[in-house]
C-alpha cells in the first residue's frame, strides 16, 4: 500500500519561511512526477509545484520564485521550501503524484499571519 507522508507545517509571520517534507513508501515514488497541492478554505485543492523524475520543475504563478521543491529519488522523499510566505499561502498542504494517484491524507497546516 502507498503511504504519503507530510511534516514541516506550522504557524509563521508574513515573510517567513517554512520547508515541508513529504516521504513515500511504496514503488510508485520512483515512475511518477511527484507534486505539492495545497487547499485553502473555501476554495480548491490547487497544484502549486511539480517535478518530474527527471527532475523538471513546474510552479504555480502565484508561488514562482518563492517556492522551490526538491526531490531526493534515492529517499522517496519531496521537500517543498517555502520562503516569503504571505498570507494569501494559507491553507492545508499535501503531497501526491502529478496527477494524484494516491488516496489524500490529512495534510499539513500552514498558517501565515499578516
Known sequence: QVQLVESGGGLVQAGGSLRLSCAASGSIFSINAMGWYRQAPGKQ????ARMTVGGASNYAGSVKGRFTIVRD????????QMNSLQPDDTA???CNTVPPL???DQGTQ?????
Open 45 to 48: 485543492r490547487e497544484l502549486v
Open 73 to 80: 529519488n534515492a529517499k522517496n522523499t519531496v521537500d517543498l
Open 92 to 94: 492545508v498542504y499535501y
Open 102 to 104: 494516491v488516496v489524500w
Open 110 to 114: 500552514v498558517t501565515v499571519s499578516s
